[in-house]
């Protein structure tokens, strides 16, 4: 075992402790807090009595506790370290870089690795989705975007800039040497037992390389479809429109929506061993184990049209395109529908009538869509109001108006503290609009009518996008003004 030592609190090196599953919580009084793995010997905690002082207390806690109080605290340690090696500047490697390979093992850049895993943990931890590195004259800004939100992070020196982008490149295994073209690559990551993929983006700036890392936890690959938060009326149609043995059914909202996991949800109940189940995606997000998923790659040929045409002969039960984008595709898909497959597909419309326009002005012929359409699912994402500061609070009057409610109407608001950061709010929950093709609206699809008459037939019962909204405001889960930015001044 390794000494390890900072300010505050000695413990072992990363790799020691979770081998021995022992973990050095922090400081008491008395001496160093303790916590052993179950199963663990506790024979090494004479070993940290002899590295590290005396031991105030220990405690046994299960193995998935144990990995994310590992996660935490060495999380919060790599971030302190990227903190310091950020105000340190002698700390840092010059500009002149060696070549890839030297790069992979020398000791010189420990520094920029170090800065680079204490950003990834630090993003992990907080549960972002994306790490923006922003490059400038002045200064390297690194920003966190978490809950939808970009917030800024950390301010580096700006001639770090190029040292951690040729790091990442290494370790997306791209090209190191080529600076003026975007490039795309992935990575993954192991934290605490905890597996990340990462996808890298890197686009060439005025100052720079701009890179941004998306980061993927496996573990919501697995979601199940009552775990996305959906209102009774769409959970009843989407699940209606997943016993159906062909059509089409589609998920649309903004990009960042959450389409993509619905949909991974909705494959997680079709998936029952009895189906074959082939997606064809940009990029695949989540490995999920029972389907079969191909990756586009528009330079060698691999469009989502060529993929899709392929995966038909492979005799698939249930079809998922990552996104209709194009004319080709839809007419595909709609082929695919009416030869018997299920197909579920994304389209990038602000409402679920939306999607019926849009796929008309991609040249499907209204007949074929009436034939071929079973249900539209729309979403947007909204921030959660933290459950620990929220309290009641009038709404203001210009936002009462947005949402067509009454003024004076009492909602809640959040001052913030410290369990949500100051921010006011803790996690995201999805709002949801659901079309169901019914043999009326297939009639109006037919006929090509306006999207009024679709919206007056379809939502004549269920909740719309605005409605669903306003329900999670009266309820006090969400904000009135974070309801109202998500909102078309049309909806209100």
């Given at each position: 075992m390794t000494p390890k030592q900072d300010s505050a609190t000695w413990r072992p090196d990363y790799a020691a402790a979770r081998t021995m599953g022992l973990l050095v919580e922090g400081r008491e009084p008395g001496g160093l807090a303790v916590v052993l793995r179950e199963g663990a010997s506790a024979l090494a905690l004479l070993d940290v009595r002899r590295l590290g002082g005396p031991i105030a207390s220990w405690r046994r806690v299960p193995h998935p506790a144990f990995e994310a109080l590992l996660a935490q605290v060495y999380a919060d340690g790599a971030m302190a370290a990227a903190d310091a090696l950020a105000r340190d500047d002698a700390a840092l490697p010059a500009l002149d870089l060696p070549s890839a390979e030297d790069l992979l093992g020398s000791?010189?850049?420990?520094?920029?690795?170090?800065?680079?895993?204490?950003?990834?943990?630090?993003?992990?931890?907080?549960?972002?989705?994306?790490?923006?590195?922003?490059?400038?004259?002045?200064?390297?800004?690194?920003?966190?975007?978490?809950?939808?939100?970009?917030?800024?992070?950390?301010?580096?020196?700006?001639?770090?800039?190029?040292?951690?982008?040729?790091?990442?490149?290494?370790?997306?295994?791209?090209?190191?040497?080529?600076?003026?073209?975007?490039?795309?690559?992935?990575?993954?990551?192991?934290?605490?037992?905890?597996?990340?993929?990462?996808r890298v983006s890197t686009l060439p700036s005025r100052a720079g390389e701009r890179v941004v890392l998306r980061l993927l936890d496996k573990a919501r690959a697995g979601i199940d479809l009552a775990a996305l938060g959906l209102d009774a009326a769409a959970d009843a149609v989407l699940r209606r429109a997943l016993t159906q043995p062909n059509g089409i059914v589609l998920v649309t909202g903004p990009t960042g929506s959450g389409k993509t996991t619905t949909l991974y949800?909705?494959?997680?109940?079709?998936?029952?061993?009895?189906?074959?189940?082939?997606?064809?995606?940009?990029?695949?997000?989540?490995?999920?184990?029972?389907?079969?998923?191909?990756?586009?790659?528009?330079?060698?040929?691999?469009?989502?049209?060529a993929g899709l045409?392929?995966?038909?002969?492979?005799?698939?039960?249930?079809?998922?395109?990552?996104?209709?984008?194009?004319?080709?595709?839809?007419?595909?898909a709609v082929q695919a529908a009416l030869t018997g497959h299920l197909v579920l597909a994304t389209v990038h419309t602000n409402d679920a009538v939306g999607a019926v326009t849009r796929l008309r002005d991609m040249g499907v012929e209204p007949f074929l869509l009436a034939a071929t359409l079973r249900a539209v699912l729309a979403q947007r994402l909204v921030r959660r109001l933290c459950p620990q500061c929220r309290a009641p609070a009038p709404v203001a009057p210009h936002l009462a108006a947005a949402l067509g409610l009454a003024i004076g109407t009492m909602v809640s608001d959040t001052p913030g503290c410290a369990a949500c950061?100051?921010?006011?709010?803790?996690?995201?929950?999805?709002?949801?609009?659901?079309?169901?093709?019914?043999?009326?609206?297939?009639?109006?699809?037919?006929?090509?009518?306006?999207?009024?008459?679709?919206?007056?037939?379809?939502?004549?019962?269920?909740p719309r996008l605005a409605d669903a909204a306003r329900a999670l405001v009266l309820a006090g889960m969400v904000g009135a003004a974070e309801a109202a930015r998500i909102l078309r001044q049309d909806q209100g």
């Open positions: 000791t010189d850049d420990a520094p920029v690795i170090r800065l680079i895993n204490g950003l990834l943990a630090e993003g992990l931890r907080q549960g972002a989705s994306d790490i923006h590195l922003e490059p400038y004259e002045q200064a390297l800004v690194v920003r966190l975007r978490r809950d939808g939100q970009l917030a800024e992070m950390l301010r580096l020196p700006a001639h770090v800039a190029p040292l951690l982008a040729s790091r990442i490149k290494v370790m997306a295994r791209l090209d190191i040497a080529e600076r003026r073209l975007p490039q795309d690559g992935r990575m993954a990551l192991d934290l605490a037992g905890r597996l990340v993929d990462v949800a909705a494959l997680g109940l079709l998936r029952d061993g009895a189906r074959n189940i082939l997606t064809v995606e940009d990029p695949v997000e989540y490995a999920v184990d029972g389907v079969g998923q191909t990756q586009v790659n528009p330079r060698l040929g691999l469009t989502f049209a045409r392929a995966i038909l002969r492979q005799d698939p039960d249930v079809v998922m395109v990552g996104e209709i984008r194009d004319a080709e595709t839809a007419q595909i950061g100051d921010s006011g709010h803790q996690g995201r929950v999805g709002v949801f609009e659901a079309l169901w093709a019914d043999d009326s609206l297939r009639r109006l699809i037919h006929d090509d009518a306006g999207e009024d008459a679709l919206v007056a037939h379809a939502f004549a019962t269920n």
